[in-house]
């Protein structure tokens, strides 16, 4: 019975570790990309995400435009989460026989949108029949310098690169049934086709030499927890330096739920998450909400800390759509 | 409806034309697969294959172990038919949730045993719960001299590198549920846990430089079909040149089955075709089966000059377990 993801990658590693590694292989398994060092002053990256109709997405409210387009987002996160340039990606598709080709066009045109945005080609792929719709993107990116999710050093600040929250809030919205979609437009945009912070090397890598960096993928704290695991450190986050984004204002009064819930632990948000001895940010969209300690996880609201924990996705838990 | 795999990647392919590749893209969708210049005399190779069950392969008689085993060989496969060393792979695993751990650690164990042999590592990868266990590798390669399917000229040669046959005989032998597996053990193994050919640069690519080339993934004539459509030519089989195995010969005559069938269309053989201006080989491995002509598809018997047709796999139209 697998019940936790990571217990199950641990065990993947566990029973991979055995093996020799091939030289030039600086990081295998345990960050967001595989980091090969081709020896020329450039270092390959190399990362995959499977997605799979009623796991990943649910057809009854997301298009094969929309489905497309969040995996190609996916994958790129994890190249831009090391510092580095997405080049090119393959695609596994497998479809019920029953599908319509316009279904294939239209997954392809979100997937390729998603990539010329982001200057990267769909280089190659597999095709098979199946009986649920499965999208798997391997990506391969480039980077003079990866950043790791370890690094990290006690005192160091805590950066996030974007509103979160938002993916979640969409979700729920869609997944409701009787709340308007149009009351949360950003919100729902943002979990059906996610944006990405845009132009890493020279507002993130050049400013601030990050000593970690992850994408959140699933969620403030989780990435966090991942963080500071590597590094056996802590971390405190300050309530009110979190941003908060009108529409969970607005979703958390009319329903009672708790903003930062939704702004700690909400997947698939696609920002990337860094900690730097730097200690503020003159960009708007790069926000300072704590540090890392030598222990703990904490939230200051005013003189009150209090204890944070971990609710961040876990794939053979619940459905993570 | 999607029924036939060509004609979609044809699809895909050209959604996929519209965008600007990246610099260093030197091919595409369309073989074995993608080449990236990497700018230092090295090209970096990149192909991903996806494995469903109950459509790549069947719980009741593959183990987990052989289930990791052949998903790694057959992307290993796409490398050495470009004429490269694989290097890493990543590993997207989707399971059921009441699956036992043990599976996982077996099937780790097969694609690592492969892996290892083949002097690559398994570098990471993504973990998911599905329906049914999916397992999708993607892998990266690097060569000085990419061997594309193009390139094949009239008069070449057409050497293969194995016995072919013996995946679908056993196969069938599986399938059979009243045919003793003991009876036909190469033929069995090669289906279960393919063997590749070994040392492909100092075997072929050296002596031959091969004009053209690719993995028997599904079926000679199938293959022959790709690399004659790539320069709109034709070839001729010579029926007394192909390769017979013994367990082919004992199968047929129990079976009153066609032997010539088994060794032409046979998928997931995994073993190297090539075409080259060199006429012979002094390899008992690497074996002479025809010759590229102007058009058409031929096998001859004796003096006898055949049409023939192409019953390569198709992903779409049946199960190709």
Chains 1, 2 share one sequence.
């Not at 499965?134 to 480039?142: A, D, F, M, P």
């Not at 030499?209 to 699933?218: A, K």
């Not at 989780?222 to 330096?241: F, M, Q, R």
Request: charged share 20%.
């Amino acid at each position: 019975m697998i019940n936790d993801e990571w217990s199950l990658i641990d065990r993947i590693a566990s029973v991979v570790s055995d093996s020799p590694a091939p030289k030039g292989l600086v990081k295998g398994i345990g960050d967001d990309c595989a980091v090969y060092n081709n020896g020329d002053g450039t270092f390959g990256l190399f990362s995959t995400d499977i997605s799979i109709e009623n796991v990943h997405f649910d057809l009854s409210y997301c298009s094969a435009s929309d489905i497309g387009y969040k995996a190609m987002a996916g994958n790129i996160s994890d190249i831009f989460a090391m510092g580095g340039d997405p080049v090119l990606a393959l695609v596994s598709l497998a479809l019920p026989v029953q599908c319509d080709t316009s279904f294939v066009d239209e997954l392809y045109s979100g997937m390729n949108e998603c990539a010329v945005k982001h200057g990267l080609s769909i280089a190659g792929g597999d095709t098979s029949k199946s009986e649920k719709v499965i999208v798997n993107i391997s990506i391969y990116g480039k980077t003079t310098c990866p950043v790791y999710r370890s690094g990290a050093r006690s005192g160091d600040s805590i950066f996030i690169t974007k509103w979160n929250g938002s993916s979640r809030l969409g979700l729920e919205v869609l997944r409701s049934g009787d709340i308007d979609r149009n009351m949360f437009p950003v919100s729902v945009s943002q979990h059906l086709r996610p944006s990405l912070p845009e132009d890493i090397g020279r507002r993130i890598v050049k400013p601030f030499s990050p000593t970690s960096m992850i994408d959140v993928s699933d969620g403030i704290v989780s990435e966090l927890t991942h963080i500071c695991g590597t590094g056996n450190l802590g971390y405190i986050i300050s309530h009110d330096a979190l941003p908060v984004s009108d529409e969970i204002v607005k979703f958390c009064k009319m329903t009672g739920k708790n903003a930062i819930d939704y702004i700690l632990n909400s997947g698939e948000e696609y920002g990337l998450l860094f900690t730097s001895s730097v200690d503020t940010s003159t960009d708007d969209d790069i926000i300072c909400i704590g540090r890392i300690t030598e222990s703990g996880a904490f939230i200051q609201y005013g003189n009150k800390i209090s204890d944070i924990e971990n609710h961040g996705f876990n794939h053979f838990r619940e459905y993570d759509i």
